[in-house]
């Protein structure tokens, strides 16, 4: 929003970041608002031009602006004290829109048949003209009562949240008195909502918010613990109301996650609270107090830059605004007691406030070690926050959420597929045949997440760069392919000759490796010819008696495997022996065994170096191979490497 109604034909820069799907991407218009709320237009001006400006210096003209947002676009009436913190709408909506992207990695929405009724669409257009009707009645008669329950009722109508095919349960830690979380994840989201605060006035302003719509079956406001930030939990009117939440939706049975660990129930009374995979709750949310003292709630006051007093003005109490240690403590016993509780909430999250502690928070994040975590981006007007989000859930991987600005500016890789390669038909199948081919030499295996005549989308991790030193590799398969040539070649060749022949000191004269020949009796080879071999040999695990000092086989160092750790990614690559110069000397059957015999490294023990989903498209009649990047340690240039290796194989086809 910004800070007039010019603004709404002229976003500020980073609304074009806000979620997609917030309607508050294009801002209110001011001038409709202020006719349809008097209380608004209290606070409301005319310019020369006509535009309707809003004084942002006053609490209580935020507390008016958020009542008809509410009203007008939620069909929910709340009454906020301008004592209390106001909440932007269009910013919480962000976090709640974040939120609903991730419940949707696990939670399945009911399929509902969209069929074009045109009797539904003619009422429809009745009902919206005699909306706009009584709206303008209510205009002239300035009726102050414009939020009556007739209207709500009607409004109740027109919102449609999605329904899940079993009950989705958040908890807001921190409601405050708006209970804003609370009403519009149940009223937009469709969630079931326990809201906590440890403030008694809060409390009782957000539970009178809560019963003026109506709308206790679905939010639940209670007393948090000063002690335990999810200590709610234990009470037995959240556990009464998490049971009748299971109990009185009429669900579909979900699919289990056979993944998850389920949490362990001592009675048959816990079990009705918990879901088919064992947690109490699917997610958590906090927008923490953001100061440590009141001193540094003054904004002019804190920056070292000089700049002029914020637009808006300061809303909240001592108590929602301030902590000890400030928003970083907070999160950070936030991070430590969802240890705890990892096995009740499938996904915790936080607002962060301020961009210097982003990175603090992500290093509290990581020490906890969650199997997923991720952060992201909250844009509105002038306005930035961070979402952190952490999960040891393996039914919520978070890094395949990400925000607008992430989605909007990372420029996918692109690889134009030429018309002259050696394709059988030059269709979208056959270029994925031939790409699948190649991570198949690679030792990679992307999944297919998405397939038809046009189009192919997979996703792939890579937990070790076999793409890269293509170039040596294929030296070393040479000198190789030159060493068997070499000794099939050999005078002796069609001899059976024990491999201890080459080493025992007895038979040096007879050996086909030792012996010096002509160059036309055989190939020649160098000194170091025995020392790789007899690396290969003892490498092996053949029985040898030797007569000669054997060298110890080298250790084999975890870190330098060229076994893929991912889960969905095994590699049967051998070990490579570290010989003296570093070169390499294997044989059909070394290869056979050393995969056998190797160490083999835990799969959780290395990073994820990419993960990167995959398109084939064919737009007018051009293959298109595109290359998204999500994430991993090599980033873009990783990602870049395994295109160009797909370009040199088309250059070879």
């Known amino acids: 929003m910004g800070e007039s109604g010019s603004q709404s034909h002229t976003p500020p820069a980073l609304n074009k970041f806000m979620h997609p799907r917030n309607p508050y991407r294009t801002p209110p218009s001011f001038k409709l608002l202020a006719t349809l709320y008097p209380n608004f237009r209290h606070y409301c001006s005319y310019d020369v031009e006509g535009k309707v400006r809003l004084d942002f210096s006053q609490p209580r003209a935020l507390a008016e602006l958020a009542i008809a947002l509410m009203h007008k676009d939620f069909g929910l009436m709340v009454e906020l004290p301008s004592t209390h913190l106001v909440p932007t709408i269009p910013l919480r909506l962000n ?25 539904e669409a003619l009422q429809l257009q009745q009902q919206q003209k005699q909306q706009y009707d009584q709206e303008q009645q209510q205009q002239k008669e300035n009726c102050a009562d414009s939020k009556k329950e007739g209207e709500i009722k009607k409004n109740d109508a027109s919102h449609k949240p999605p329904q899940y095919t079993s009950p989705v349960i958040g908890l807001d830690i921190g409601s405050g008195a708006s209970c804003v979380y609370g009403l519009l994840g149940a009223r937009q989201c469709g969630w079931h909502m326990l809201a906590t605060d440890t403030d008694a006035d809060s409390l009782a302003a957000a539970a009178a918010n809560v019963a003026s719509n109506n709308m206790q079956h679905s939010v639940h406001v209670t007393q948090g613990s000063s002690s335990s930030l999810f200590g709610a939990l234990e009470k037995a009117d959240v556990l009464q109301f998490l049971s009748k939440v299971r109990h009185s939706s009429i669900t579909v049975p979900a699919a289990t996650h056979a993944d998850d660990e389920p949490m362990e129930v001592d009675s048959d009374s816990n ?18 107090p953001f100061f440590s003292s009141e001193q540094d709630t003054d904004s002019c006051s804190k920056n070292k830059k000089q700049r002029g007093p914020p637009n808006n003005a300061y809303t909240g109490t001592v108590h929602e605004t301030v902590v000890d240690g400030g928003e970083l403590a907070f999160i950070a016993k936030m991070v430590e007691e969802s240890i705890a509780y990892k096995h009740k909430i499938r996904v915790f999250s936080t607002l962060v406030g301020t961009a210097a502690d982003v990175k603090k928070v992500k290093q509290l994040v990581a020490a906890a070690a969650p199997l997923h975590s991720t952060v992201t981006e909250f844009c509105q007007g002038r306005t930035m926050r961070w979402g952190v989000a952490w999960s040891w859930s393996t039914s919520a991987p978070l890094s395949r959420v990400l925000s607008k600005k992430q989605s909007s500016t990372v420029k996918p890789l692109i690889l134009a597929w030429p018309r002259a390669s050696c394709l059988p038909v030059y269709t979208v199948t056959a270029a994925w045949e031939a790409i699948t081919g190649w991570l198949v030499e690679l030792k990679l295996k992307p999944k297919v997440f998405k397939s ?57 004269s007879s050996s086909p490796i030792l012996q010096a020949t002509s160059p ?3 190939a020649v080879v160098n000194a170091g010819l025995c020392k790789r071999n007899l690396g290969t040999l003892y490498e092996e695990g053949e029985e040898t008696s030797l007569d000669m000092t054997v060298p110890k086989k080298p250790k084999l160092d975890d870190g330098s495997s060229d076994e893929d750790s991912s889960d969905d990614e095994e590699s049967n690559h051998g070990k490579r022996s570290q010989n003296t110069g570093g070169d390499e000397c294997h044989t059909e059957s070394t290869k056979g065994t050393s995969s056998e015999t190797s160490t083999k490294v835990k ?11 995959i398109f084939v498209k064919l737009i007018n009649n051009q293959l298109i191979v595109e290359m998204h990047q999500l994430g991993g340690l090599l980033g873009r240039d990783g990602v870049n490497q395994i295109l160009t290796y797909f370009r040199n194989k088309l250059q070879k086809r």
């Open 271 to 288: 079990s009705y609270v918990c879901d088919s995979s064992g947690y109490l709750l699917d997610f958590s949310m906090c927008n923490p």
């Open 520 to 522: 036309s009796e055989g």
């Open 452 to 508: 038809s005549k046009y189009f192919v989308g997979a996703y792939l991790k890579a937990y070790k760069a076999t793409w890269q030193n293509q170039r040596q590799r294929r030296r070393e398969e040479k000198r190789k392919n030159a060493l068997t040539d070499g000794m099939d070649s050999s005078p002796s060749s069609n001899h059976t000759t024990e491999p201890e022949s080459c080493l025992s000191p007895s038979s040096h």
């Open 603 to 613: 799969q959780t023990g290395k990073p994820c170096l990419l993960k990167v989903n």
């Open 95 to 119: 976090y709640l829109l974040w939120l609903q992207d991730i419940v949707g990695l696990w939670a399945h929405r009911v399929k509902t048949e969209a069929q074009f009724d045109l009797k």
